[in-house]
């Protein structure tokens, strides 16, 4: 089931007046929906005093996103100079952001320590001497390599990029307290858009498990474990979606256990990004032309400039004709944009009611890893960004791009190197 009936149901009749207010194509964000999907958050692990969601800014970087965020007290995880940026903007603090780069460069760590730092997730131990200045806290990225599998998106961890090896745990460890950390934490993140929880679990047990260990060796107790973001959610109407309350009391059950055996619980932090919004954004967008060549097309005026997942990865995105029973009597249709690329369809052979020009279509589920994907390939321009209030009224919360936007990095001071 993608985007929820509820949402349907008060969406839906307002759209075309929104579309007719504000033009389309645009993304629109459910706030209600994203606030719930908080709540449920927080209930279901308050077993755990230091629970905290640090969203993953990537998935929707949109600083009125953001302060719905903060609003639910979450944090957040950045991976870029940009999104530090934009965290700080909204007056996130130190302890409101935790870094989570890769490849990281000294610009980078520049920028992660100043306005009094945030909480540095390091993805390497090559890196520990290149922190100009080592934080009191300090975090590691951990790959079980051959000890777990990853997801069918993640991919196997033996062949991530991202963290540190099982052995380069304790010697990680203990180069940070020889520079000066005298707080730990310990991130991984092994699946992405995973909908069975107990992989979830799985992490948890491994992290608590791996603590442990290196507390023992080492005599470091860890202030917080971060097992990530990667929760999946349905994009077909026949997925099932994560049981978040099972993951909720076996993650709280593994958390209590370690508490029995060693006096205290650490943390837990999680960096959702797709989970939290994913679902509550739709992208609208207008059919304006029809094709009947070896197949049918029905052209709309957003292209994958907005919403590169289906081009990029195949990746299903259920489709709503407004207006229009969703049982199709029509031979199936590419739904396609007008970029110079093959692969710029929304969808492909989908069987779809009868779409007439003119008609809104609404592209389910855009409001994580859509607008914030987009690209300007064949100045190719992003739409604008919604907030769909709880009142039913809606805000522009991001100007679609223009023409002069993508000439702006030609206006330039005159450099040249002379022979
Ligand atoms: C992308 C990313 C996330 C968010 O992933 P979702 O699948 O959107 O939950 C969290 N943490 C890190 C380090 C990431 O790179």
Do not use: W
């Not at 730990?184 to 069975?196: C, I």
Request: net charge negative.
């Amino acid at each position: 089931m993608p985007m929820s009936g509820e949402f349907k149901d008060r969406l839906f009749p307002r759209l075309p007046e929104i579309a007719a207010h504000f033009g389309t194509p645009f993304h629109i964000y459910d706030e209600k929906g994203i606030l719930e999907t908080g709540a449920a958050l927080k209930r279901h692990f308050s077993g755990i005093p230091g629970f905290r969601e640090y969203f993953a800014v990537k998935a929707l970087p949109n600083p009125t996103i953001l302060k719905l965020m903060q609003s639910m007290g979450f944090g957040f995880d950045c991976s870029s100079r940009a999104e530090l940026t934009l965290a700080r903007k909204i007056g996130a603090g130190q302890q409101d952001i935790l870094f989570t780069s890769n490849n990281t460069s000294q610009a980078d760590f520049d920028m992660a320590l100043e306005n009094g730092g945030c909480i540095l997730n390091l993805d390497d131990i090559s890196l520990i001497p290149k922190v100009p200045v080592m934080p009191e806290t300090i975090c590691f990225r951990y790959n079980p390599g051959p000890r777990r599998t990853g997801n069918a998106i993640i991919g196997n961890p033996v062949e991530a990029k991202y963290g540190i090896t099982h052995e380069q745990v304790i010697p990680a460890y203990r180069a940070a307290m020889e520079r000066g950390a005298t707080r730990f934490g310990m991130h991984t993140m092994v699946v992405s858009n995973e909908r069975n929880y107990t992989y979830m679990v799985e992490t948890a047990r491994m992290l608590l498990t791996l603590a442990a260990d290196t507390e023992d060796a080492l005599g470091i107790r860890f202030d917080f474990l971060n097992i990530g973001g990667g929760l999946g959610i349905p994009y077909r109407p026949e997925d099932t979606p994560l049981n978040l309350e099972a993951m909720g009391k076996e993650v709280t059950a593994l958390f209590k256990d370690f508490e029995e055996q060693r006096g205290y619980m650490p943390a837990l932090f999680m960096e959702s990004g797709r989970f939290m919004t994913g679902p509550h954004g739709v992208l609208v967008t207008r059919a304006i032309n029809h094709k009947d060549t070896y197949r049918r097309y029905v052209g709309v005026d957003a292209c994958m400039s907005s919403l590169m997942r289906p081009g990029m990865y195949e990746a299903y995105h259920h489709i709503d004709v407004l207006g229009k029973d969703s049982s199709p009597a029509d031979p199936p249709v590419d739904v396609v944009g007008a970029l110079c690329e093959n692969n710029d369809k929304f969808a492909v052979q989908r069987p779809l009611p009868p779409v007439e020009e003119g008609d809104l279509l609404i592209i389910h589920d855009t409001g994580a890893h859509g607008h914030a994907m987009g690209f300007n390939y064949n100045g190719q321009l992003r739409p604008q960004e919604l907030l769909f209030h709880e009142d039913g009224g809606s805000s522009r919360i991001r100007r679609g791009e223009t023409i002069e936007d993508l000439f702006a990095t030609l206006t330039f001071q005159e450099n040249r190197l002379k022979p």
